[in-house]
């Protein structure tokens, strides 16, 4: 079936037939030799106008890889590495198994075999990220991420972390517990290893801050309610900002999204023969 393309093409071809244009006139607009001109219309005289597709359209690519090594790839990805995406699929099965493949085409491999579900893009309102601190140490980013660390294979860790604003380095620690004695005790640490930082930036969440009624008399005398952890940032002479919107509680929590390595590589400790508990110990005593 002729395409866009082809029937523009076919048109040209027709007004060289129709004498309306010469061979040269229609090899410049349709950006070829006046020899491959002629070739086509010898073989629209000889074809009809099927004569303009490309011979080679809808014939298997000589640089396709074999059925065999498809089947092998997907075989494998569903037999030891379920749980891997696309990415890192291809590099293991590049590294272990000596099947060389292309991300996309593995993708492709695996939502036709139906392990992999197409993923379409949300539109968002567009939000204008504030221009990061220039200078290190002038504002740090304190979060924790909860998530399923060890797979089940052991009990439920949080990672708690820090993360300079301006540089990006980062502080974590795995703990049992997402509790004011654990977060004091990740603030030490960032301490005795970086020193003081101005101002740290967290969530509104109930370890960074007390959350009171409303106030009946805007006159009344009133002393702002602190957490532990506000009272100690407030003896070290270190600011806090809170998070007031949506947008900026995703940009604080953007402090925990380097910790998606940290997935890819509890993931591959299964096949380095790491303990999970083994693993995030080497992570947790100052990770940076």
Request: hydrophobic share 35%; net charge positive.
């Amino acid at each position: 079936m002729l395409n866009k393309n082809d029937r523009d093409r076919l048109k040209v071809l027709h007004e060289v037939e129709q004498k309306h244009l010469t061979q040269r006139e229609a090899g410049q607009q349709l950006g070829l030799s006046e020899r491959w001109v002629r070739k086509l219309l010898a073989r629209i005289r000889q074809g009809g106008d099927a004569g303009v597709i490309h011979r080679l359209r809808g014939q298997p690519s000589n640089r396709r890889i074999a059925g065999k090594e498809r089947q092998k790839a997907v075989k494998l990805i569903t037999a030891k590495y379920g749980d891997f995406g696309p990415t890192l699929g291809a590099e293991y099965l590049a590294e272990r198994h000596g099947v060389r493949v292309s991300k996309e085409t593995l993708r492709q491999w695996l939502i036709e075999a139906g392990l992999w579900k197409v993923r379409r893009r949300r539109v968002e309102e567009v939000h204008v990220w504030r221009p990061r601190r220039s200078c290190w140490g002038e504002l740090v980013q304190w979060d924790t991420s909860e998530h399923d660390w060890l797979e089940g294979r052991g009990p439920k860790l949080y990672l708690a972390a820090m993360i300079d604003d301006a540089t990006s380095q980062a502080l974590a620690r795995f703990v049992e517990h997402d509790s004011t004695q654990e977060n004091l005790r990740l603030l030490g640490s960032y301490l005795k290893r970086f020193g003081r930082p101005v101002e740290f930036y967290t969530d509104r969440g109930g370890l960074f801050c007390v959350n009171q009624g409303r106030r009946h008399d805007a006159d009344e005398a009133w002393e702002e309610a602190r957490t532990q952890i506000g009272r100690a940032l407030k003896e070290l002479g270190i600011g806090w900002i809170a998070a007031h919107s949506p947008q900026a509680k995703a940009y604080a929590s953007h402090c925990t999204s380097f910790a998606h390595c940290v997935t890819t590589k509890l993931a591959a400790a299964r096949f380095d023969s790491l303990t999970p508990w083994a693993f995030c110990g080497a992570f947790s005593p100052g990770w940076s």
